[in-house]
DNA sequence: TCGAATTTGTGCGTATGTATC
DNA sequence: GGATACATACGCACAAATTCG
């Protein structure tokens, strides 16, 4: 007992309270800066660390945004925007390399023999440490960074080829579809399993986002009409800025 | 400087990677109970805040699992089975209620005069508070907990017909498609679009997790031949018992 | 049945690191 | 380079949950 203020809760939990409310209340608006952790323990009569614990809370609730030297942010409301990731009703051409209807552009850094760790190898139905095609790519639109991608290819599939190279030859930056179809191989089935995760500090640095931040990781695999795998993927996309959409035609009755 | 230890990186962390390694050693397996936080931390020679701040950091990933008043124990690894949300090669029946293929059990409860609330009514294509009917659902198999489903319906669409209701009348537990079939709709699409979350308190009791727990919210819609929006669910599936997968046929040269 | 001991979970204070201005 | 502000790490005290005698 003896708590002292009047309500019934935490005393950080008061203190997220008032600091949401007065968003809420516009006092500061989006973008606006609060004041200093010492400040606002000041004013409200607690020690800066029961305001950060405030703040942290309010933080991974994606309300605020803390920049080392500088302060506390007032984030922007969910400016979220649609990432279509099937074919939709439009026919959107598919390369397997950006999502539908992305417009942006990106980077990419090929290792030609890089051995397949074994889960890598399991999505690939190869031996773990066989040669592959390891690719990493960064995707900006507006020259704001939108999702990482490691892509794994197996020599066994294009090992020998002008496409051995995703980024190389002449048929770099077409997507896996035009690369495969290139050796007479046909892509005809794409299975993608979206997992939440927290990005780490050198994923956070190249997404220009909040260490710790949430994250959507898509395990992508390609096959070919024998029900082979030929390509997958880690698809690292931050949660707070695209919003992953699947849209499924439903087959009539 | 004057770190002391032989490591460069911070206490926790090394003892983070000793407590990993003795996993991988399989000195303690997976189900098994850890020494306490006082026993590690004298056998480290570290204080007991290091040893659980070394506890949270393999809690968060997943490797460890705290129970108040227990223990700390072994979390035994991934055994996430596939939850599929497509209609993948094998012709499944699809209701629009269970993914495909699942088998299983339900609860629901439904609230018959729900007010849509913003977000929802966005999603409807309704106004803010129009009536709306509310069903609560909790899917279980092989009696656990599976994923925690809210669905609203629209009562300008329903309204009036023997099927307002979910899990009355009857066509009850047969799922949307079926229902909206009765009155002559044809359900032709449904857009997912799966987004990271922890569960609060609530939601961990129902799921039987922790608090806190990453799980996926998936927000679904389904949609008449008509592009009208005539039913929308929130979705949420503990991330670390099930792995979310959409299978995904491409449409041929 | 109940209460004491044990163990994890939570809240809070302080010192140090690090990015920004 | 100095000052400021947030980020990280560590330690202590107490609450909550569980277990067991």
Redesign the interface.
């Known amino acids: 007992m003896a708590d002292g203020s009047s309500g019934d809760s935490a005393p950080y939990l008061r203190v997220a309270a008032r600091l949401r409310s007065r968003i809420a209340d516009g006092i500061w608006t989006p973008g606006g800066r609060l004041p200093s952790r010492g400040e606002l323990g000041a004013e409200f009569g607690v020690g800066e660390n029961v305001v950060r614990r405030a703040q942290e809370l309010l933080i ?1 609730t994606g309300l605020l945004e803390g920049r080392a030297g500088s302060g506390t942010y007032v984030r922007a409301p969910f400016e979220r925007r ?1 990432l279509l ?3 939709s ?1 439009a ?1 959107l051409p ?1 390369s397997g390399l950006a999502p539908f209807g992305f417009t942006g552009t990106w980077e990419a850094d090929s290792t030609a023999k890089a051995e397949a760790p074994p889960l890598i190898a399991a999505r690939l139905g190869v031996k773990a440490g066989d040669p592959c095609v390891r690719t990493s790519y960064e995707f900006l639109s507006a020259r704001q960074p939108v999702m990482l991608t490691t892509s794994w290819e197996p020599m066994a599939v294009t090992g020998g080829s002008v496409v051995v190279l995703p980024e190389g030859g002449p048929l770099a930056g077409h997507g896996v ?1 035009a690369r495969m ?1 290139h050796l007479g191989i ?13 990005v780490d500090r050198d994923q956070a640095h190249l997404l220009g986002i909040a260490t710790g931040s ?3 990781l898509i395990e992508r695999t390609h096959y070919d009409t024998g029900g082979r795998p030929v390509e997958t993927a880690d698809i690292l996309i931050p ?1 707070d800025r695209w ?11």
Chains 1, 2 share one sequence.
């Open positions: 991974s649609p990731r099937t074919p009703a026919g598919y579809v179809a046909t892509v005809a089935r794409v299975v993608e399993s979206p997992r939440p995760v927290h949430q994250a959507t949660a919003d992953i959409t699947y849209d499924i035609a439903l087959p009539g009755t």
